[in-house]
């Protein structure tokens, strides 16, 4: 696998050629794992806001907090694209705003794009954005950052009107300048319906087997978040099973007193040891 890293114009040519993976993954470590492991990209989302900060949602999330786990992730992808997921009310206000904060991404996080949700509404800050050589990814379906407009997490898209105006917003986020766009929880004739349509790629979760590629999140491919598990998650190891089974055991042999023993232990020389015991110390024990 070439160690060249995948850019936004690799992104777009890959529409029609080859299926693009995308991880969302939070830290260093994952960043490592995913990228060892063949992914195209890697997706800072705001969902640690959950996964990662124990919030409820993703609302509350700020831009520090994303900027600093953006960083994080940049630091050990060399070949993966970082895109940052920019947070609730960090590019709705004003496309100066906009600007501002997904610059933060490229300069302090060291990401190469952002995303953002929403459709027509936010069309015009995200040419501000990419008028500012900025690559932004857009996000469209469920968009968990308005959540309580939605009614929950619920699928998107379900009836005729509603493709229409899905379809009408991922053309209006390739007029303004997108590379690539998410369709979250929608159905799949739709989410085919728009792939056809529009020449960006599009990037699936939960919404079927035809889009240019999928993502999911780290935690939910390892098994390691269980607290809610979305119908479109395939779970590829139960890695959270294993780590609770790991540390209890770690657990029974402290308190039992089998760990540490003399292999994850270290000694003295026998010479220092008998210097010790002239200094008239208790006496020690060897093993």
Known sequence: ???????????????????????????????????????????????????????????????????????????????????????????????????????????????????????????????????????????????????????????QAKTALAAKDLLDDALALTEAGCFAVVLECVPSPVAEMVTKAVPIPTIGIGAGPHCDGQVLVYHDVLGLYDRFTPKFVKRYAEIGAQARQAIASYADEVRSGAFPDSAHSFNMSEAELEALRAAGLPEIKTS
């Open 1 to 155: 696998m070439s160690e060249k890293r995948l850019t936004v114009p690799d992104v777009r040519q890959s529409k029609g050629q080859r299926k693009l993976v995308v991880i969302t993954a939070y830290d260093a470590s994952q960043s490592y794992i995913a990228e060892s492991a063949g992914a195209d990209m890697i997706l800072v989302g705001d969902s640690l806001g959950m996964v990662v900060l124990g919030l409820e949602d993703t609302v509350s999330v700020t831009m520090d907090q994303m900027i600093h786990h953006t960083a994080a992730v940049s630091r050990s992808a060399n070949r993966c694209l970082v895109i940052g997921d920019m947070p609730f009310l960090s590019y709705q206000v004003s496309a100066a705003e906009a600007v501002t904060n997904a610059g933060r991404f490229l300069k302090e996080g060291r990401a190469q794009a952002v995303k953002l949700e929403g459709g027509r509404e936010v069309a015009a800050n995200v040419r501000a954005i990419v008028d500012a050589g900025i690559p932004v990814m857009g996000h469209l379906g469920l968009t968990p950052q308005h959540v309580a407009r939605l009614g929950g997490f619920k699928v």
